[in-house]
């Protein structure tokens, strides 16, 4: 079955995210500090919580989580729009200045 352009577009920026989150999770220091400082913070909340209270905050971490994803799909794919318009109007921009 043929994939929409729509879908396409979907398929291609989920990868491409994933990509550069895979990349930057294992090659940025910075992004290693700060997940290695997460993680810390987090076993100690997790340590002073009750248990029945331990759930609340992994739904939460859940929920953020795929909120962030959504948004940084959105920006990419923003980018990804912005930067085709850019190619486009300067292509127009050199066709009409040819013309001139």
Do not use: W
Request: glycine content about 4%; hydrophobic content about 35%.
């Amino acid at each position: 079955m043929e994939m929409s352009l729509e879908d396409y577009f979907k398929d291609f920026i989920e990868k491409r995210v994933e990509e550069i989150e895979v990349f930057n999770s294992c090659n940025d220091k910075g992004y290693m500090d700060l997940q290695y400082k997460a993680s810390k913070l987090k076993q100690a909340v997790l340590l002073s919580l009750p248990e029945i209270k331990k759930d609340i905050l992994l739904e939460y971490e859940s929920v953020e989580s795929t909120c962030q994803i959504f948004i940084h799909e959105k920006i990419y794919k923003q980018g990804l729009l912005d930067g085709i318009k850019i190619f486009n109007t300067v292509t127009d921009f050199k066709k009409n200045f040819k013309n001139l």
